[in-house]
């Protein structure tokens, strides 16, 4: 009995509705890998709330818009945070002194981190008896009862109840132990219950941060052991923590060092001098960010080490050089779509057009005017970026809809105004230019009321086909890897078109493509019309495809004409 695959493979289509979005806020990482919010209490909890007006004026809005994209249907958002370049992060050190032997630093800038306390106790992870006690070659070795925990390098008490003597771990084998420094008397006690005992000397590290607490158990400044503080703090989302200290005469244990000497319970460590910066320095470059590499790129180049995202915006920044470079952005990777704020002053005709005439793409839409929603910061309607509620709404049809489905038409949840009005005379110039208006109905409240691109491509000008496109391509890319290094030979090639036939075939199904049957809405060829012998002989399996989008009905015309009835 032999199984082999001799069919398609099944194929599962890609996500259309995850956002990413860039802009200021209060905390958060502001290089790296954006970070995943999955609704707005997650937002808080790593960036923070509102910002206001006063000091980030009108670059406060990325709180506003992620609120308003789960508002209106979105589920998921990466988050990349912007930062201005003096914001500086808080720092505490202990002693409170010029030269500290523990330093704690927020674990990105911002006046955020002055909340943050930190609670510093004596602990001890290890804990044995002295069994036996002999002369080696490099000086006495002890015998001990258990070795589990003792790290070389670890310093350690030994204590008889009367006094307490310190010393330094110099090697661990086979339950044998060996100390920098000679010890004075004997340390062997074989009682049950002994007096003589050997313990490891480290602290425990409590952060507290508003309703959030890290609790770091048995860290040592033993820089080679697993329990190291840099180590054991390297995935705190509130700090980073460093030994400061200097090598000093005698042997002192980690928590006495930090104190000193005394008969203190507890150190209380509190940050200060934190920074949100001068928002007056922020510039396009902050929001463009910089590619230093995985891991360490900020503002929208740090989406290129994300390939979950489908919608992007920067909300309330409508700078060119910020726009042009998300739209270069999506069009580079080709399989996300840029959503575009327009300045909210641009109220005439002449300056929306102008606007608008900077971009020509076919990855990129223009939403316009801004919208009035309540904030609860300062108790008032306040008019914000549409980017935000546009790409909720996007997600929003594209789970109950799909993504073949235009997304206008569709009210602007928790939406109470419009920044300005516009009429339809306005729309029919604005709309064929490529600006979807956000306009007020009597009746039906605020919806979206255009589904157009920013190109001249006639090909591309509707939102819903190049991201159902998008959508496709991608579906396909992730859905045949399996293909890859298989024998190119006609086998392959007809499970690869299988493959495809089966997963555009429900697409049709399912009213994503245009035509009365399937051979109407799509074709898929493959094999020696579409590939060349020398195609073949340097490893390339060409498939061409070809589907029918199904396109929105912009205009809706009844013609109507008057009927005489006829005389009898």
């Not at 890609?14 to 890998?33: D, F, K, N, Q």
């Not at 310190?166 to 004075?184: A, S, W």
């Not at 891991?295 to 290129?304: D, S, W």
Request: net charge negative; proline share 4%.
């Amino acid at each position: 009995m032999e199984e082999f695959e001799s069919g398609g493979k099944p194929m599962e289509g890609v996500s259309t509705s995850t956002a990413g979005l860039v802009g200021l806020a209060g905390r958060g990482p502001v290089e790296g890998l954006p970070q995943l919010v999955t609704n707005f209490s997650d937002f808080k909890r790593k960036y923070g709330s509102y910002l206001s007006e006063n000091e980030y004026g009108e670059y406060r809005f990325l709180a506003y818009a992620v609120e308003h994209f789960f508002i209106n249907g979105g589920s998921r958002c990466f988050i990349s945070r912007v930062a201005p370049g003096d914001a500086k992060c808080s720092v505490g050190c202990v002693p409170d002194s010029e030269t500290p032997v523990l330093k704690l630093t927020a674990k990105n800038p911002g006046k955020w981190g002055d909340s943050i306390r930190a609670v510093v106790t004596p602990a001890s992870k290890a804990k044995t008896q002295v069994l036996q006690e002999t002369e080696g070659v490099s000086g006495k070795q002890y015998r001990v009862k258990n070795a589990g925990g003792f790290n070389v390098g670890d310093v350690v008490a030994f204590s008889d109840k009367k006094t307490v003597v310190y010393n330094r771990i110099k090697k661990n084998q086979d339950n044998v132990l060996e100390f920098e420094e000679e010890f004075e008397g004997s340390l062997v006690d074989t009682n049950l219950l002994p007096v003589k005992t050997l313990t490891t000397c480290e602290f425990h590290l409590e952060v507290k941060f508003d309703d959030q607490v890290e609790l770091y158990e048995n860290v040592s400044f033993n820089i080679e052991a697993a329990n190291y503080i840099s180590k054991k703090t390297a995935k705190s989302d509130l700090i980073m923590a460093e030994y400061a200290g200097k090598a000093t005469e005698g042997i002192v244990p980690p928590f006495e060092e930090i104190c000193g000497v005394g008969d203190e319970a507890l150190v209380t460590v509190s940050l200060l001098n934190g920074s949100d910066g001068s928002v007056s320095g922020i510039s396009a470059a902050d929001f463009i960010g910089q590619d230093n590499g995985a891991g360490k790129r900020t503002g929208i180049q740090a989406f290129l080490d994300n390939d979950m995202v489908s919608i992007m915006a920067v909300p309330g920044v409508t700078d060119p050089n910020v726009q042009l470079m998300l739209v270069a952005h999506c069009e580079g990777l080709g399989s996300r779509f840029a959503v575009l704020d327009v300045p909210k002053d641009a109220k005439k005709i002449d300056d929306i057009i102008a606007h608008r005439d900077i971009f020509d793409s076919e990855y990129a839409a223009l939403y316009h005017p801004w919208i009035e929603v309540f904030d609860p910061l300062d108790k008032k309607n306040i008019a914000i970026p549409p980017s935000g509620s546009v790409i909720g709404i996007y997600a929003r049809s594209d789970n109950t809809r799909g993504v073949h489905k235009a997304p206008a038409n569709e009210t602007v949840r928790a939406c109470v105004g419009l920044d300005c009005q516009f009429n339809k005379g306005e729309q029919d110039i604005l709309n064929p230019k490529g600006v979807n208006l956000i306009r007020s109905f009597p009746g039906m409240g605020i919806r979206v009321w255009g589904a157009r691109t920013a190109t001249s491509n006639p090909s591309w000008k509707y939102v819903n086909v190049r991201r159902l496109f998008i959508f496709i391509e991608e579906s396909i890319r992730a859905n045949t890897n399996w293909a890859v290094f298989e024998p190119n030979d006609e086998t392959l090639w007809v499970r690869v078109k299988r493959t495809i036939d089966v997963f555009l075939n429900g697409l049709w199904r399912n009213g994503y493509l245009a035509g009365a049957a399937s051979s109407d809405a799509f074709f898929v060829n493959i094999g020696r019309d579409t590939m060349s012998q020398d195609d073949i002989d340097n490893g390339r399996l060409v498939c061409v495809i070809g589907v029918a989008p199904v396109k929105p009905a912009e205009f809706v015309i009844f013609r109507i004409s008057q009927k005489t009835s006829s005389a009898e």
